[in-house]
């Protein structure tokens, strides 16, 4: 299994942006969809963003419009960049991924990716 290893979290005023990073240990380029799900404290963990190979991206309307995933293949990694970030955005951030081609209907079901990071905490304060 490859290793997912995000990175970027932190504390931050509302309205302003962070960069999320996750690293993977071989080419990002083995996995079609790559996703980022949040796990809020005492809440279930949501799907936030997910990346497919061909370039091709897929947003949770929460965030549709403020964040933006985006994946480099030479680095390895995929990124997200979180703008106007609410209180509401604090959570533990989660990398996932997969070699799957998974629709825009089955991005967000979790039981579908094979890979995940530790995760990053991002904390917005009001």
């Known amino acids: 299994q490859a290793q997912l290893v995000e990175s970027g979290g932190g504390l931050v005023h509302e309205g302003g942006s962070l960069w999320l990073s996750c690293s993977t240990s071989?080419?990002?380029?083995?996995?079609?969809?790559m996703g980022w799900f949040r796990q809020a404290l005492g809440k279930e963990r949501e799907f936030v963003a997910t990346?497919?190979?061909?370039?091709?991206?897929y947003y949770s309307e929460s965030v549709q419009g403020r964040f933006t995933i985006s994946r480099d293949g030479t680095r390895n990694a995929v990124y997200l960049q979180m703008h106007s970030l609410k209180p509401e955005d604090t959570a533990v951030y989660f990398c996932?991924?997969?070699?799957?081609?998974?629709?825009?209907?089955?991005?967000?079901?979790?039981?579908?990716?094979?890979?995940w990071g530790q995760g990053t905490q991002v904390t917005v304060s009001s």
């Open positions: 996932a991924s997969t070699a799957s081609r998974l629709s825009s209907a089955s991005v967000g079901d979790q039981r579908l990716y094979t890979n």
């Open positions: 071989g080419s990002i380029n083995w996995f079609t969809t």
């Open positions: 990346s497919w190979r061909n370039g091709g991206t």
